[in-house]
Each structure stands twice: as C-alpha cells, then as structure tokens.
C-alpha cells in the first residue's frame, strides 16, 4: 500500500498538483478511513482498511472491487498503462476504486455525480474532466450493468 500511494503522490506532484497533508473520508462515505503522507513525502498506511462500514476482505467486496479496478483500468484516464510491462501496477487505481466498489455495494448502481465527486477528492478534478462526458458515461454505464452483488457472487441463475 505504501508504495502506491508513494506512486500517486508522484503522479500529483508531476502534474503539478500539491497533495494534502491529511487527507480524510469523503463525504457520505461511512466510515472510510484515508492514509496520509508524511512531511517527507512517504505515504503511511493503515492497518485495516473500511469501506462503508464492510471489512475489505468479503468476498463480495473483492469481487466488486475486482471488477470496479479493471473498469478503471480499461478507462486508465491518466494513460499510466496499469499491468503494462513499462505501466504502474495493476492496482494503480484501487485507491479510486475502492469507494466506488463501496457504494456499489450500499446503493446497487452509482451516477456519474457520485464517481466525480470520487475523483476529484483524490484528483482535484472531475472524472467527466479528464476522460470527456462521454467516456465517463461509458465508464458508468459499465460499472452499472454487471448486476447485482449475488450476480457478483455467483448465486444467481
């Protein structure tokens, strides 16, 4: 986890963004706990990360932010190239990934409000931003049509 917060941190120096110290919880989020960067620049991390009140390791929550992470893998709106040979890691995007699986959960679907709202805590932009209106209602339309958790879960016929 550090390192890819480390990473991140990168990233938003490299485009000229200046991270927050702390960064806490985004609205509405329940009970989502945040790590913060260190004066130094080193992220620190957490011991147990919660989303919404739900324990990251459900199969339910692995499954949906599996499938929420390639999503925004296949979206990659900063052309990191996650999983490529000279790309950052594959879960270069959990962090973004993570509330937005949490949500998915809660709720069933999420809106293009919601993911933006997302992004721009950690972005300091919109996702309609930096990908255009009409790939970000793609990305959207994606995360809402694989189904319901149980679909998620195989319990359904």
């Not at 950052?88 to 509330?99: I, K, R």
């Amino acid at each position: 986890m550090c390192d890819i917060l480390a990473r991140k941190l990168r990233v938003e120096r490299a485009a000229g963004r200046r991270p927050l110290m702390l960064r806490t919880g985004i609205a509405g989020a329940g009970s989502f706990i945040r790590p913060h960067f260190a004066a130094e620049g080193r992220a620190r991390s957490q011991s147990c990360r919660i989303i919404g009140g739900m324990r990251q390791d459900t199969q339910l929550w692995q499954r949906t932010n599996e499938r929420v992470l390639a999503l925004l893998n296949d979206l990659d709106p900063y052309g990191l190239e996650p999983g490529a040979p000279d790309g950052f890691p594959l879960d270069e995007y959990d962090l973004e990934s993570a509330p937005i699986a949490s949500h998915l959960i809660e709720h069933g679907v999420i809106d293009l409000e919601k993911v933006d709202e997302i992004w721009h805590h950690w972005f300091s932009e919109t996702l309609t931003e930096a990908v255009g209106p009409a790939a970000a209602a793609r990305f959207i339309a994606s995360l809402n049509a694989s189904g319901s958790p149980d679909a998620l879960l195989g319990d359904s016929p």
